[in-house]
């Protein structure tokens, strides 16, 4: 047998392996998508909610290891991984219309960053206006021009004193502004360039996280985030503004002012300090929301426990189940979070918090980790229910082709700790747009237009 002829047969068969293995990982997602709970609930079939149900620790939605085999748990290990591989497969099939700019996109663009854009404010009356605007889970209207003006008075106005917020796992600090308006500042531990390594939920928030989701939520007309500025701030200055239990948590390190606060992780020996350089702190600058807020356990919370898996993470038809407990708009808004922080890379909202009934988008300081892991099974909610708002559908189409990370650039350079990401996070976000068009056209070639809501 010649050379060539050898050379021939090995190029052939690794064209076949390769078919094989797109074969395969196509068959996984179908298999994955056909899979339904006992009560063979589909889809596309609402069940009848039961409204104000709060998810109890005893609920069988929760982890129940000691109700399964270690071997079954052994086999469905890879199950996000694999139905990543087959979305993965598919992702250079996409019709072009994601891969281009769409039209409608420019004056929505206009739009967002008209709102954005600061302006001249009233101290005494701009906290009204933003105390007036939340309804149910908006926090903001999508087209006022006034969000300018409190945009730009989070960014400077005075801080006339500080205090320490004891609630959570991580250091926040409450300023009071002048105005009379309390807001919650949560300060930089990373650099931008820096990569979380580990679990999607390691390390600790990137304040940078919390300014892009508010600006991510406007462009994908989910405002349900708190209004969130960056800001830098002196804690030598907060020192001589701080109450006495806030200056029992401050010290100095040489010649920089440094704070460890107060809260359940909190200890002197995790400080964070002025630059040495500016003797100035960066910070996430958040606007508290008005009104009574209810908290419940995610159906899809981790269980935060080292090879040991939820039961989301392998029960087929899990969707199903979810759907005998949540009405159709719960769920409905789970998705469009799960859409949400895959985006960002939040995989750590184990908690929802509802306002009037409807969803926030609280606590996004966990994103943008590590722009070159993209954690799939944050996507579970869509790809295990295939179904999705019409209208998040729509508005997911409008920013294809790069203008999401266009517009998200535009707002960065509004906000006073421009860049807030590096390229290789704009380039994530990019990529994860396209695993979600993906899963979605998936989703529909099995169950057409009934996945739209």
Not at 182 to 190: G, I
Not at 396 to 424: M, N, R, V, W
Request: charged letters at 25%; one cysteine or more.
């Amino acid at each position: 047998m010649t050379k060539r002829r050898q050379l021939y047969l090995v190029v052939v068969g690794l064209l076949f392996l390769l078919l094989a293995i797109i074969f395969v990982a196509n068959f996984f997602f179908i298999n994955w998508l056909t899979a339904v709970d006992n009560r063979n609930v589909s889809p596309g079939e609402d069940v009848a909610p039961r409204h104000g149900h709060v998810i109890e620790d005893s609920n069988p939605l929760l982890v129940q290891l000691d109700r399964q085999e270690s071997q079954q748990q052994g086999l469905k290990a890879n199950r996000a991984e694999g139905i990543l591989g087959a979305v993965q497969s598919r992702v250079g099939k996409l019709k072009a219309v994601y891969r281009n700019r769409n039209p409608r996109y420019y004056p929505v663009k206009r739009g967002i960053l008209r709102a954005f854009i600061g302006k001249t404010y009233n101290i005494s009356t701009v906290w009204k206006t933003a105390a007036a605007w939340p309804s149910g889970n908006e926090i903001y209207p999508a087209k006022d021009e006034r969000l300018g003006k409190v945009v730009q008075a989070l960014q400077e106005a005075e801080i006339v004193s500080a205090r320490n917020t004891p609630r959570g796992t991580q250091l926040k600090l409450l300023f009071d502004l002048t105005g009379k308006q309390t807001v919650l500042f949560k300060p930089s531990w990373y650099r931008r360039d820096t990569i979380i390594e580990g679990t999607v939920y390691s390390g600790k928030d990137r304040h940078n996280s919390e300014v892009v989701a508010f600006h991510l939520g406007a462009i994908l007309n989910m405002r349900w985030t708190p209004i969130v500025v960056g800001r830098r701030v002196s804690l030598q200055e907060i020192y001589r503004l701080a109450d006495t239990e806030l200056q029992a948590t401050m010290m100095k390190n040489d010649t920089r002012q440094c704070v460890y606060g107060k809260c359940h992780y909190c200890k002197p020996t995790e400080a964070v300090c002025d630059d040495a350089e500016t003797d100035q702190l960066e910070g996430a600058l958040l606007l508290l929301v008005p009104g009574k807020f209810s908290k419940y356990r995610s159906p899809w919370q981790r269980t935060y426990r080292d090879g040991v898996q939820a039961e989301w993470e392998r029960a087929d038809g899990y969707c199903g189940r979810v759907k005998e407990r949540l009405p159709l708009d719960r769920l409905l808004d789970l998705i469009d979070v799960a859409i949400f922080d895959f985006l960002i890379q939040n995989g750590d909202r184990h908690h929802y918090e509802t306002r009037d009934d409807r969803v926030l988008l609280m606590d996004n300081g966990k994103g943008f980790g590590n722009p070159f892991k993209d954690h799939f099974d944050i996507l579970a909610p869509l790809y295990q229910c295939c179904i999705i708002r019409k209208s998040t559908w729509e508005r997911l189409q409008i920013f294809s082709g790069g203008a999401l990370t266009e517009t998200l650039k535009g707002l960065s350079e509004i906000d006073l700790l421009h860049p807030l990401l590096t390229k290789d996070h704009y380039d994530a976000i990019e990529r994860r747009l396209l695993l979600i068009y993906t899963t979605v056209e998936m989703c529909r070639e099995k169950y057409n237009s009934r996945i739209f809501k």
